[in-house]
Structures are given as C-alpha cells and as structure tokens.
C-alpha cells in the first residue's frame, strides 16, 4: 500500500495537469532509469477533488505503438528576400551517447510564418527506442531549392511530454542562435502541438481538436476553420473542461439563443442544441461542441438577443435543489449587446437566491458596457426596487485575453482563470446564507452525490433579419 502524503495548492480556476508513474524498484538507485516502467497515468486536480476514489488506469509500453500528431508554429524569422519563409520540421531521436538521430521530417509550408503542418504518423519507437523521458529535438528549417536550407531554430521536447496532447505544456519556444543586442529587437516564435493520438494493439489514447463545422461565412464569428477553433467554441472548451470535473455524470444541458428552428422557421431565445426538447444534456464538453457544430447546420441565426429566457430557465432547475447538494453554473457566450436588459436585470435578481452563477463571456469587436452593468462587482444589480441578494455574474471580453502570438492554448488558460476565479467565493456564500455546512466524507465504496451541474448556452449579438449571426 502507498501511505505517503502529498500536499498540492488546489486552484479552482485552473486546470492543475497530474501524470502518476509506477515503477518497480530494483536497486537503491535514485535515477528512475535504473528501475523497471510499469505503467502511468494522467489527470487533473480537479478531478480527483470532484469524484470519489477510483481504480487508477495505468498504460504500459507496447513496442508497436504508433503515434500520429500534428503541429503549426506562430511568428516564425522570415529567411527569404523577395518572400517569407518556406518552413519545415525535422525531428531526431537522441541516442545514448549524445548524438542525434533523424527521424521525421514534415513537408514544406511555402511562403508563411505561421504554418500548420499536415498530421504525419510515426512508430513511437523510433521518436524514443522505448523511452519516454528521451530527449527528442526538432529543428526548424527554411526550406531552399539548392539544399542549403536556412537554420530557423530549434526546440526539445519527450514522447512524455506530447502524449499529454494540446496543453499549455506543449507550446515551445524556437530559440535561435544569435546574440541579442540593442539594434535587434526579439520576438519570440512557438511551436504549438494541436493534436496527439496513439494506437496500439492493446488501446487506443487519443486528445484531438474538436471536428470543425462549415458555416458559410469566413468572416462570421462563429466559422469553423480547419486549422482551429473560433471564439465561441474556444471559451467553451477554456471554461468547460474545467468545470466539468466537478460534475458527476458530466451531463450538461446546453442551450442556443437567437435562431429560426426547423421546419417552420420559428424564432427561439431558448432552443436545445442537440435538437432534443425532452434531454437537452450532453455527454461531456466534447458533446457541447459537436452539438453547437451541428446546430450551426440545421438553424438560421436570427436576432434579436434576449438572455432573459436562458437565465430563468436555468434558475428554474437551480430552484428544484437547494439543500446544497447541486450548484449549477451558466456560462453564455455572445457577441452582442442585450435586447431584454430589463427582464434579464430581473431574472438575475431572482436567481441570486438560488444555488447559481452565470458566466458571460463577450467575443467579437461589439461594445459590452450593458454587460458590465450585470457584473455587480461595483454596484449590486437591482430591479424595480429590488437588489440581487449576491453577486452572481462575472462578465469578460474575449479579446482581452487573446494572446498576441496568435497561441489558443494560453489565451484559453488566461480566460479560464479570470472567469471562474468567483466560482467559489459565490458557492461558499450561498452555502453560508442557507447555513448548509460541507457533508461529511463520504466511503471509497459509495457513490458521490451530484455537486455541480453545468448548463452551457451559446448566444449572440442582435443583427439585421437576414443575417447569419446568432448560435
């Protein structure tokens, strides 16, 4: 039995990655190398803190292991003189002495410096002869017809580190080597893993990019590109693989507002997105945004944007439980201003009773200062003489966390953080203010009560009658 204790800062608002790895202990050695892999597995803080104690999944090397992955790069030096640069990835294995080994190399992205590479496929034992903790380099070319390719830069990362798919963890700096001086100003360029999978005999892992959809408009808010995710489905992925762990059936019902439904083109401020009006939940934040996907298909959007509807729908299923067993989460995404903001005052003054929060993120250009005004951090939001009895909305502007470098992966990770920092300063005050005191821990064998149900509702700005805007 393992019986050491270990202490971690829990933070609700992040998403805190854990890998456990099992070896088995040959000598006195201090160096993993020296002892015998068992097996490994990854997850988060928060899912061990929302769920009861579960049999750990470990997976073990299979030498016919075959990983696929795709990679794209941002900022990258421009080499050529009459274009940009026609980059390419070369991959090598490090070997036991300290040299390295070639054993991949992508195709040629012409002319960018923010390529997107085609997925490629490759024998894990060649990335790594076994060992996952094995150096692996990847330089960064520019590719030249007469073969003497220009040196962009280069980074080091492990077969470990990759498995773990798109994360924060796997964003690499390209260092160059030169020295910096007062005329040359730095720019850092990155290298960004966007999706990882690896099969087997045995299993198959895979963490991917959600499937893109094909809204008819590139320049709409809501169109799917091939190469990644637009606002709305970013902030749902950013908010919602967070929360989710805290879910116990991971079951959310999600909601669209503002669209013509099918077959009789009658408008709705509160449709389900999986087209089901009896089970409007879906599995996991993945099944959020395969619904949203195929809604954009089947739906016209339509204005105007009215959150009123959504909001006392929630609150609805909020005033069903509150002996503090459930605490329900609305997150809506828009990118408009509000046509309801009476009702919607309203409706938010009523809900601060309930066990509830919403969150509201802004995406696109629009002017949100209505938003700010349901965001009581400075002045409580009241209706017809009636004040909120908690602050209950946190609003954000996507475009603030965008990260310059065009990188998905911290602009989610800063949005994420600052959205869900009032989480839980606002369960704990409904708790308090009904007196309900934390349950007692419950046995390994027992099932765990649901503590948190998130509904998640995609929304978006008002536009004229024939344009397609709204989801």
């Known amino acids: 039995d393992f019986v050491r204790k270990f202490v971690l800062d829990f933070f609700f608002e992040e998403k805190q990655n854990l890998r456990f790895d099992v070896y088995n202990v040959d000598t006195r050695s201090s160096n993993l190398s020296k002892h015998d892999f068992l097996g490994q597995m990854f997850c988060t803080l928060g899912e061990i803190i929302g769920s009861t104690v579960q049999p750990v999944t470990t997976c073990g090397r299979n030498p016919r292991d075959i990983a696929t992955m795709q990679l794209c ?14 980059p390419f990835l070369v991959f090598y294995r490090s070997n036991e002495d300290g040299t390295f080994t070639i054993c991949h190399k992508t195709e040629v992205i012409k002319n960018n410096l923010n390529p997107v590479w085609q997925p490629f496929t490759i024998p894990v034992r060649a990335l790594c002869n076994g060992d996952y903790d094995r150096t692996v380099k990847v330089d960064v070319y520019d590719w030249d017809r007469d073969g003497s390719h220009d040196f962009i830069g280069e980074f080091t990362t492990s077969y470990r580190e990759v498995s773990r798919g798109q994360s924060q963890f796997n964003v690499y700096e390209v260092k160059r080597n030169f020295i910096k001086t007062e005329s040359k100003r730095y720019f850092p360029a990155c290298v960004t893993l966007l999706s990882f999978k690896v099969e087997s005999e045995l299993n198959v892992t895979s963490v991917a990019l959600p499937s893109p959809g094909n809204p008819s408009q590139p320049t709409s808010l809501h169109y799917m590109s091939p190469y990644q995710m637009n606002a709305y489905a970013m902030a749902l992925k950013a908010v919602g693989e967070i929360i ?120 696109g250009p629009a002017e949100f200062d209505a938003m700010e005004e349901l965001d009581g951090d400075e002045v409580r939001v009241s209706s017809r003489g009636r004040i909120a009895e908690r602050d209950i909305v946190q609003f954000v502007p996507f475009r603030d966390y965008i990260d310059r470098s065009g990188n998905q992966v911290l602009s989610m990770a800063r949005l994420a953080k600052d959205v869900l920092a009032e989480i839980p300063d606002q369960l704990l005050s409904f708790m308090k203010s ?5 349950r007692p821990p419950l046995p390994a064998c027992s099932d765990s009560p649901s503590m948190s149900t998130t509904t998640t509702t995609t929304s978006t700005k008002p536009a004229p009658q024939e344009r397609n805007r709204h989801a």
């Open 73 to 86: 790069a941002n900022k990258l030096d421009k080499k050529d003189f009459f274009g940009k640069s026609d």
């Open 244 to 363: 989710q762990d805290y879910d116990s059936d991971k079951h959310f019902p999600a909601y669209g507002f503002g669209a013509k439904l099918p077959p009789d083109g009658k408008i709705s401020h509160a449709f389900p997105l999986n087209s089901n009006t009896e089970t409007p939940n879906c599995v996991g934040i993945e099944g959020v945004l395969e619904a949203y996907f195929q809604s954009l298909r089947t739906v016209q959007l339509y204005g105007p944007t009215n959150f009123a509807p959504v909001v006392n729908q929630v609150a609805r299923c909020a005033a069903e439980v509150t002996d503090g067993s459930q605490y329900f989460v609305l997150l809506m995404i828009t990118d408009g201003v509000i046509s309801d903001m009476a009702q919607t005052k309203e409706a938010v003054v009523n809900a601060a009773s309930l066990p509830m929060s919403i969150i509201i993120v802004g995406v």
């Open 434 to 438: 009904r007196g309900i005191e934390p």
